[in-house]
């Protein structure tokens, strides 16, 4: 049962877009997927602006048919989640998280055929390194969701090759990179976007896996197919 684990090298950086993309193609790939996020806080401030909230975009774009509960932590306020957590007079338990992830996976596991796998997609919220709890963040939450795939994604604007390069150094001093990174369009493009995959490169820092654009999603076309043969 191939697990993603979607991480960023902060928050707004393409997480839940690089989400949806992967959801995409691997139901176009005729694999049975499923996003999830058991974990977001800027809730309150998503329905006030009738945005739907991250993990209902997740449960939009998962194959069709697919039917997720609610996740068990949503936070209303649009701050780190161990502080919105706090302000709600609430503690996360990455052990739920976990464990609500595992539950979903295993109740969608009948609907498998021989010809395909479910693949799940968990988007964290916020930074690799964003605290959930004391002396728990988001890298530790991933560590629990093993075995799975890491997906580090960071935003294809000025600045992402220092954050790129903190993030590795920082995850390789615990013990485990990530398996792929991806540059997804910024919000804002700027005079670096563009260029930033090949410095990552050329710097010996990392060759990103995929660029997603803002415009369409054929960048994780080469992802997905990695994604898929490394299943076999």
């Excluded at 393409?14 to 996020?37: I, M, P, Y």
């Excluded at 909230?53 to 780190?80: C, F, K």
């Excluded at 090759?161 to 150094?169: F, K, T």
Aim: glycine share 8%; charged share 20%.
């Amino acid at each position: 049962m191939p697990r993603i684990v979607v991480l960023g090298c902060g928050t707004g950086v393409g997480k839940t877009r690089l989400s949806v993309s992967l959801l995409r193609k691997l139901d176009a790939f005729g694999q049975l997927a499923v996003g999830l996020k058991p974990i977001e806080s800027g809730v309150q401030a998503a329905h006030e602006g009738r945005a739907m909230t991250d993990a209902a975009v997740l449960a939009n774009a998962s194959s069709r048919g697919i039917l997720t509960p609610e996740p068990p932590y949503a936070l209303r306020d649009p701050v780190s989640p161990h502080l919105a957590a706090r302000t709600q007079g609430v503690e996360i338990d990455p052990k739920v998280a976990v464990l609500w992830v595992q539950n979903v996976e295993r109740e969608l596991t009948p609907l498998v055929s021989s010809d395909m796998a479910l693949w799940s997609v968990v988007e964290t919220a916020g930074g690799v390194f964003s605290p959930l709890t004391v002396g728990c963040s988001n890298f530790d939450l991933a560590l629990a969701l093993e075995p799975a795939v890491w997906v580090l994604v960071a935003a294809d604007a000025l600045g992402v090759l220092h954050d790129v390069s903190a993030c590795l150094q920082a995850m390789r001093a615990r013990g485990r990179s990530p398996d792929h990174v991806v540059l997804s369009a910024a919000r804002e493009p700027d005079a670096s976007t563009g260029s930033n995959a090949k410095e990552l490169e050329m710097l010996g820092l990392v060759t990103p896996t995929a660029v997603l654009n803002r415009n369409d999603d054929s960048g994780v076309q080469a992802l997905v197919h990695q994604l898929l043969q490394s299943a076999r």
